[in-house]
Nanobody, 126 residues
Framework: VQLQASGGGLVQAGDSLTLSCKVS????????MAWFRQAPGKVREFVVA????????IYADSVKGRFTMSWSNAENTVYLQMNSLEPEDTAVYYC????????????????????WGQGTLVTVSS
């Protein structure tokens, strides 16, 4: 599985931005897909994941109500729509994929994911 993330940039607080994660080598619905982010000097943190089992999209509390994971079957691409951006959202954003069965308590950690994109930088100015 190869992942190509794009769409990062410099925005102002309150703005919106959409990140893309192009999946190749596998159909994304065969994978658990997620977004993580890593701010300077901090550990990589979970943002959102979907295991395509129906309604199971999981969001971190810090982004709930502002960020939305979406997808395109035709493009085999997963998106992260980010609204009402805050300076605290500044980070390198990574898309991740797993072909392993999702595990409760693990799906929102880096341990679930074997495949990672290269990251795309989002900078939110105040």
């Amino acid at each position: 599985v190869q992942l190509q993330a794009s769409g990062g940039g410099l925005v102002q607080a309150g703005d919106s931005l959409t990140l893309s994660c192009k999946v190749s080598g596998r159909t994304f619905r065969d994978c658990v897909m997620a977004w993580f982010r890593q701010a300077p000097g901090k550990v990589r943190e979970f943002v959102v994941a979907n295991n395509w089992s129906g309604t199971n999209t999981i969001y971190a509390d810090s982004v709930k109500g502002r960020f939305t994971m979406s997808w395109s079957n035709a493009e085999n691409t997963v998106y992260l729509q980010m609204n009402s951006l805050e300076p605290e959202d500044t980070a390198v954003y990574y898309c991740a994929a797993s072909t392993s069965r999702p595990r409760v308590g693990v799906i929102n950690t880096t341990r679930q994911y074997k495949y990672w994109g290269q990251g795309t930088l989002v900078t939110v100015s105040s």
